[in-house]
């Protein structure tokens, strides 16, 4: 009986002597920026794709997975919102402890250069943009390394701090841009709701300065975004704008603007990506007119390193989830033409294909635009008989909205086509700076060659399309020392034309020589914290005019973006 009692004994420390001790995974999961992300999934897996261990990252984005046997593995973070980052070939000897720190992009990482964003929702409002705080993107459980020990705890049981709310207030002047002229003040509150829920407010009251300015504008919108569980969002803007000091055809005054513009975006598993959304607007003056502007966005990542996309729009100021980052929206232009009032549209369609280049990305799209409407941008005071040409009986011309604070113009150009390919790269300088080139080629309306200068009655018809081809060196981001947010850009393109090549591009709104500052002012205790003083100029050496004349002989200008300067300060509760 001793002598099998002994017997047993021996095998058990044999074959515990003989049995592998396990092996381990563990390190950091953090973002483009190196943000630790808390929540992400970990998973191993091994061959066949079949899961060997998985883990939640903590509040330092740490995770561990443990008791793995030797073999080769691969392991894989993903997020909602983030392209999944992936270590393939990870060799595990027995007791080997590996350390393999993951980083994820976020989807729309390029969304500061794609898909093409208009002019306001480009605008550097990183204190501003939206923020999802839905306590659904938590997970029930997460994984806490604590002096190496796995720890599993509801993610009820954290703390976590409320999310304060934000005000801004702030007054600007200048020369505006159209319909943004005189002295402006800004009230904007960021509210987050107990849902989980955004919602924000922004008020633009004009002051009366001086005869131009017939009475003070106002422009009032409300935003609302609220977040679909942990692979979707949505956001909606109403908008009401009211602009005395245009004028319209037959020198009636006032342009009112009331607008709905929504936009979803859906996470399709891990490879595909849906934004869908639009706008609908209704604008006045001595008529009306309601148009419906949709968009759609589909790209896939059949690896972590590629990216197919397509992108359908019919509005150059929403193309995209994205664009509805800010919630202050352009102001859709009408003008009335033979009777009827007009706004612009088109059709845009583009296929593209990226790929990540080290930290940057390349990416090249090929495009197809049917411009059935464009809007003219034009600088100059008219005089009454440019206002009443468009009414009369018969008329050719095409109509006419003025803006008496600025002495600048819109006029309804001609429709055509045109297609071309686009070619983007960007690449980070700085951790908080990025830079992009673009190149374009299509077609845009230009003046005809040798002629003396049009008129403007008839500028309409003899504006032709021509092939062209633009060039963009753009600098966006933030000086982190002296936290200087700066978007600055040059884009070039033939002079001869008066309208953008590829005007659903990302800088087809910012031409020639443009640029945006943000900065804020700090001066000991002299001054409160969470003030900022903002200068943005558009085309400031005022290239690319072509002279029109004007009904009574004077000279005017058509240019594809008439210089504009504004300066401002704000100050942040």
């Known amino acids: 009986m001793k002598i099998a009692i002994l017997t047993v004994i021996v095998l058990t420390v044999s074959v515990r002597g003989w049995a592998a001790p396990p092996a381990a995974v563990s390190g950091v999961v953090r ?58 070939n990870l060799q595990l000897r027995s007791g080997m402890r590996s350390i393999v720190n993951l980083t994820m992009s976020a989807i729309f990482d390029t969304a500061a250069w794609l898909p093409a964003e208009r002019r306001k929702a480009d605008e550097p409002q990183d204190d501003w943009s939206w923020t999802l705080r839905s306590v659904a993107n938590k997970p029930i459980l997460r994984v806490f390394d604590e002096n190496g020990d796995v720890v599993m705890v509801s993610s009820s049981a954290s703390e976590q701090a409320k999310p304060a ?95 709905l513009s929504s936009s979803e975006k859906t996470q399709l598993g891990d490879a595909v990506d849906l934004e869908v959304g639009g706008t609908v607007y209704v604008v006045r003056n001595a008529d009306y007119a309601m148009a419906s502007r949709p968009f759609l966005k589909i790209t896939a990542h059949p690896t972590s390193n590629w990216n197919v996309g397509y992108r359908m729009a019919t509005s150059r100021d929403l193309q995209s989830h994205g664009g509805l980052d800010a919630v202050e929206l352009e102001l859709p232009v009408g003008v009335m033409e033979q009777g009827r009032m007009r706004t612009e549209s088109g059709l845009h369609q583009e296929v593209s294909l990226g790929r990540k280049a080290g930290k940057g990305l390349v990416q090249v799209s090929y495009y197809n635009d049917n411009v059935r409407r464009m809007m003219l941008a034009g600088s100059g005071e008219l005089a009454m008989g440019d206002m009443t040409a468009a009414a009369a009986p018969g008329s050719m011309a095409n109509g006419v909205v003025a803006d008496t604070a600025t002495d600048t113009f819109r006029l309804l150009g001609a429709g055509y086509k045109s297609q071309g390919i686009s070619l983007l790269m960007t690449e980070p300088i700085t951790p908080g700076l990025w830079v992009a080139v673009e190149y374009s080629t299509g077609n845009a309306l230009a003046a005809p060659e040798g002629k003396e200068p049009m008129h403007l009655v008839s500028a309409s018809s003899e504006l032709k399309p021509k092939a062209g081809q633009s060039a963009t060196v753009a600098l966006k981001g933030r000086v982190i020392h002296s936290q200087t947010q700066v ?44 003030l900022e003083a903002t200068v943005d100029i558009t085309n400031l050496l005022e290239q690319g005019y072509r002279p029109v004349l004007s009904k009574d002989g004077r000279t005017l200008y058509l240019t594809q973006t008439p210089r504009m300067i504004q300066a401002g300060l704000a100050f942040n509760f």
């Open 487 to 530: 978007r600055a850009s040059y884009r070039w393109q033939p002079e001869e034309m008066v309208t953008a090549v590829n005007p659903y591009a990302a800088f087809s709104d910012q031409a020639y020589l443009s640029f945006l500052i943000r900065q804020p002012i700090r001066l000991g205790r002299v001054l409160p914290n969470g």
């Open 31 to 88: 973002d483009a920026q190196g943000i630790a992300q808390m929540g992400a999934l970990v998973q191993v897996t091994g061959p066949g794709s079949t899961t060997i261990g998985t883990a939640f990252t903590d509040l330092h984005g740490r995770y561990l997975i443990s008791n793995l046997l030797p073999g080769k593995y691969e392991v894989r973070a993903s997020a909602a919102l983030f392209v999944p980052a992936l270590k393939s």
């Open 165 to 259: 709310d934000k005000a801004r207030a702030g007054v600007s002047s200048g020369d505006g841009s159209f319909g943004n002229g005189g002295i402006h003040n800004i009230f904007e509150v960021d509210r987050a709701m107990p849902d989980g829920s955004d919602v924000k407010l922004r008020a633009d009251l004009g002051a009366q300065t001086g005869p131009s300015l017939r009475a003070p504008s106002t422009s009032v919108q409300v935003g609302y975004q609220r977040r679909f569980g942990f692979a979707g969002e949505g956001r909606m803007v109403m908008s009401l704008q009211s602009h005395p000091e245009l004028v319209g055809t037959n020198g009636v005054a006032g342009l009112d603007a009331v607008q």
